[in-house]
């Protein structure tokens, strides 16, 4: 079981996320994470699915991609050099005594602060996923409230 | 002119400049603008359209007042399902796409499982259903579902027409997409504001999809290596499926089996591909497929699929499926290519074109040997049944119906053991006369679908194989059969039993019948009599050849043989669910 990067330009058409939605519960794959967004064309959109499975499965689910009508282009972005980012909003609890601790940590990874109340502090923090699981697991020891992550975005680099 | 004449004309002048015929006239001269329901019938009009299958409601009234007078023949059905089968048996049998309309809400449900039977053995359909009106969409307005979320994992795609300015070009996608690549059936949703509303018609004449570019050509590394592969084979077997049959690559499959002397088998969906009277024909592969197809399956060394997709019903066990044999697979739609058993030489693309290829490059292999020993187990294990004289037995009246057509009738069927015999004992020798739900295995499909065969073929004799459970699950579609004189022959193979449930209860579950009997049954002569059918009841075995004949004499109205047959007959040879040849369950144990 590995975790695949496919990066999906289809149609900006009604019902297109449910056509791919549906294709993964129909087909019983497993995602982790689904973005989607509008693209420098009018008309496309993209989405960055991350889905784990075997090579069959991924092989399968590439397939089964193309064959919707509404779908463009289907790339495997773990399989050539690509730049993948997610943003994650994360609420850690912050009594005033830990505030500077957390900041540096927040610090160390470029996080953003998003809001601060007498309790808590918000980061905003983008980075490639690992850098994301390594912020919540160095926040987790605080106390998390809350947190969220948009899923991954992904963008072939470019070789001359 | 005198004041009265004035007025007179004044008054003529006045009815004929306002009446709407003027004024439609007008309008369409000048304006050129129709109605959403007239784009409907005018798109299907450029499309060649001849048969129309459907039923009527309330929001495609509008697109009913238009075929009212529409070129083309509409036949009504008695449910939507019967619609939607008949225009699959319709397609299956002229290889033209199926066109359906139903209404919303119910309507549109009611096809749900014809959509389905299309979209699992890729059968051309363009299905129409109303929607209410856009305003009201979502508001769970009467007779609202939403029919495109409902279909989108049966169907090759669908549309919901939001503007009336996209209808023209819908339609000449749904027909473009129902038609090429992989066949399948396509859903159009229309809601009543935009049937109602007008624009230009303009049929455009290409389609521009930039996602959808079916590949036809197979890569010519690919056939090369496929070649090559036949050539140094020992024990090869041609495995075809429906892909053949749906590409017309049947003369190019025969010619590559004259070519080769390789022996071939069909699945259920490719019967007819090949004559199955031929001695290098192993007939049908699978769960109730002949013992000598599946023994030369599983003991060779060269497997080569054409349009088939390795089905759990060909393949059984599949990781004891053919444990010594490369894989050549060729099919039109990449995604059937190492789905369910890993392949060795995969070509993407249409059979035809991929066979005509292949019969330029490829030789015969050296294979007299395995072909003698196929042949030997041929004679040891033929297909067989227990003939008795004092009973109808069911095989023995699929082969009296085969001897008795001369293997020329086109043969429908529901779904269950009279399936199974009729895919046995029929021998089919020509593409398209062997239609059956396949994938989906929908019973209630052989009466409607054999209507759709009849209207596309009015040259041949048409028999619904059904069981007495299966016919009554579209029973209601005989009148239309009736309605429009189409003598097609129902042989209901009638042992009062689910008799296909009843037999896996009785090998894997113990005898218990639970609700499987069904012998508290119609008196089938009377329903036909009532529908304005032919009816017999045939209950001794002297009587089944005669009954035959005197069903195909009756030209003018559908027949209904009601076979009374051995009750608890079992279809074998039988590889139960998930096992492999060495499991055939060959005849009945005693």
Known sequence: MSQHVISVKVENKFGVLARVAGLFSARGYNIDSLSVSRTEHDDISVMTIVVRGDDRIIEQVKKQLNKLIDVIKVSDHSEQPAIHRELALVKVNCPAAKRGEILQIGELFSAEVADVSLKSITFAVKGDSEKIDRFIELTTPYGIKESMRTGIVSILKERE | ?590
């Open chain 2, 1 to 590: 002119m005198g004041i009265a004449k004035l007025k007179i004309f004044l008054a003529i002048t006045y009815i004929f400049l306002f009446s709407d015929k003027f004024l439609s006239y007008f309008f369409r001269r000048s304006l050129l603008k129709i109605k959403g329901s007239q784009i409907i019938v005018e798109s299907l009009i450029k499309e060649n359209v001849e048969y129309m299958f459907g039923y009527p409601g309330g929001v495609v009234i509008p697109i009913f007042h238009e075929l009212y007078h529409a070129p083309f023949k509409f036949i009504l059905s008695r449910h939507e399902q019967g619609a939607i089968h008949a225009a699959d048996g319709y397609a299956r049998a002229s290889g033209k796409p199926g066109v359906v309309i139903a209404t919303s809400g119910p309507g549109a449900t009611n096809l749900i499982t014809g959509i389905a039977t299309a979209h699992m053995d890729s059968v051309p359909l363009v299905v129409f259903t109303g929607q209410v009106s856009t305003a009201l969409i979502g508001n769970d307005a009467f007779q609202e579902v939403d029919i495109t979320g409902i279909t989108r994992p049966i169907s090759k795609h669908n549309y919901l027409v939001q503007d009336v300015k996209d209808l023209a070009r819908i339609i000449k996608e749904a027909f473009y997409i129902a038609t090429t690549g992989r066949p399948g059936p396509v859903v159009i949703d229309v809601p009543v504001d935009i049937s109602n509303s007008v624009h230009k018609f303009e049929y455009p004449e290409e389609v521009q999809l930039r996602g959808y570019k079916p590949t036809y050509d197979g890569h010519p590394i690919q056939i090369s290596k496929a070649c090559k592969l036949i050539e140094s084979s020992k024990r090869p077997v041609i495995y075809a499926g429906g892909g053949v049959i749906i590409s017309g690559a049947h003369e190019e499959l025969r010619e590559l089996v004259k070519k080769t002397g390789i022996p071939i088998t069909t699945t259920l969906l490719g019967m007819g591909a090949y004559p199955e009277t031929d001695p290098l024909s192993l007939e049908m592969l699978g769960m109730h497929g002949t013992y000598f197809a599946n023994y030369a399956i599983h003991h060779s060394d060269l497997i080569i699929a054409i349009g088939a997709r390795f089905d759990d019903r060909v393949t059984g066990k599949v990781s004891e499926f053919a444990p010594n044999a490369k894989i050549i697979h060729i099919d039109i739609d990449p995604a059937s290519v190492s789905k369910n058993i890993q392949v060795d030489v995969p070509i993407v693309g249409d059979c035809k074109r991929i066979l005509r290829e292949m019969l330029k490059e490829v030789k015969a292999p050296d294979i007299a040997e395995w072909v003698e020993e196929v042949r030997r187990v041929k004679t040891t294990h033929p297909l067989q049944y227990e003939d008795k004289e004092n009973e109808i037995k069911p095989q023995y009246v699929i082969e009296q119906i085969f001897k008795e057509t001369d293997g020329k009738a086109i043969i429908t069927t529901e779904v269950g053991q009279h399936q199974m015999w009729a895919a046995q004992f029929y021998k089919y020798t020509e593409p398209r006369t062997f239609i059956s739900s396949g994938g989906l295995g929908t019973m209630g499909f052989g009466l409607p679908a054999a209507i759709g065969v009849q209207l596309a073929r009015p040259d041949r004799r048409v028999f619904d194989i059904a069981g007495d459970g299966s016919i009554q699950m579209n029973i209601q579609e005989l009148i239309v059969a009736a309605q429009h004189r189409l003598p097609v022959i129902v042989a209901i193979l009638n042992n009062g039993f689910l008799g296909m449930v009843r037999q896996w209860q009785q090998l894997f579950w113990e005898k218990r019948y639970s609700h499987t009997c069904i012998n508290f049954a119609p008196d089938f002569v009377k329903l036909a009599d009532a529908y304005g059918c032919y009816g017999m009841r045939i209950t001794e075995k002297a009587d089944v050849v005669p009954a035959i004949r005197k069903a195909l004499e009756i030209t003018d109205r559908p027949i209904i043989l009601d076979f009374h047959v051995s009750r608890e007959e079992n279809v074998y040879p039988m590889v139960p669910a998930g096992k492999t040849i060495k499991d055939t369950i060959m005849r009945e144990l005693a």
